[in-house]
């Protein structure tokens, strides 16, 4: 069974950086595409970015293009999300997901595996 613990959230100032990470175990990354779900208040579920199993990313929010960027480590068993220049628009919970395809998809329902969330407040 597939685990996935988040790590890293907190509070940051509007304009800030902060990085999450989501450590898996119980098999390797090697099977699964492994993304960042987010649940902003007021707001559905949405993927955010999303690593492929077979190479490349996929994002599905217009807003974080050009700020976040995801990183799996394949030798740690590790997935990161760096986000920048951060808003209070991206203040949620974000879940780390993953699905054992070749593809990451931009259903919510799809991915097999969650991680318990953690919280990220951006807030002055």
């Known amino acids: 069974q597939l685990r996935l613990v988040e790590s890293g959230g907190g509070l940051v100032q509007p304009g800030g950086s902060l990085e999450v990470s989501c450590t898996v175990s119980?098999?390797?990354?090697?099977?699964?595409?492994i993304g960042w779900i987010r649940q902003v208040p007021g707001k559905d579920r949405e993927v955010v970015l999303c690593?492929?199993?077979?190479?490349?990313?996929?994002g599905y929010v217009d807003s974080v293009k050009g700020r976040f960027t995801i990183a799996r480590d394949e030798a740690k068993n590790t997935v990161s999300l760096q986000m920048n220049n951060l808003a209070p628009e991206d203040t949620g919970i974000y879940y780390c997901?993953?699905?054992?395809?070749?593809?990451?998809?931009?259903?919510?329902?799809?991915?097999?595996?969650w991680g318990q969330g953690i919280q990220v407040t951006v807030s002055s």
């Open positions: 997901v993953a699905i054992r395809e070749y593809y990451c998809t931009q259903y919510i329902q799809g991915y097999t595996y």
């Open positions: 119980g098999s390797t990354l090697d099977y699964y595409s």
């Open positions: 690593s492929n199993l077979i190479g490349g990313t996929r």
